[in-house]
């Protein structure tokens, strides 16, 4: 069973897909069947609803879909990258306006993006963790310049521990 996070407007829903019959949406379990009509168009039926839906696009877990004739922009997430992410946004901020992100998962570093001294936006991929078998993108949650680097690939590591900092 896959654990999702979809959010739409600020609101997030937990999405759990038991089968290729039922899903479970935020606690509550519904029937449901996605047949693929032609390429990126499907009907999807949801209990006794019919919709009618499009895949626009999918990058990085923005995607923006098309049902019933309206446009949708949504963020879908394992459960695991979204308790990822809230860690890094809960970074500590220091009085010397140093950013202190930690492993939010132990895990093993797979690859460094960036290096001590490097300029880094908020939102890019500074390593990639591997945890449960699954890539985690560990992004910078600010902008700035990264002044301290406590990891290197091939490392495994425990949750909670200092990865970077940025100034």
Known sequence: MIDYVVTYNDKSNEVKFLDNEFIIIDGIKKNYHLTELENNKYLLKVDNKIYDA???????????????????????????????????????????????????M????????????????????????????????????????ISELNIKPGLAIEKNILLFSIK
């Open 106 to 145: 132990p895990g093993l570093v797979l690859k460094i993006n960036k290096n001590v001294g490097d300029k880094v936006l908020k939102g890019e991929t500074i390593l990639v963790l591997e945890a449960m078998k699954m890539e985690n993108e560990i992004k910078s949650p600010v902008d700035g310049q």
């Open 54 to 104: 499009s895949l626009i696009s999918n990058s990085n877990g923005n995607v923006e879909i098309f049902i019933n004739n309206k446009t949708y922009k949504i963020s879908v997430l394992t459960s695991l990258q979204e308790k990822a992410l809230k860690l890094i946004q809960e970074s500590e901020v220091s009085k010397s306006h140093q950013t202190n992100v930690k492993s939010p």
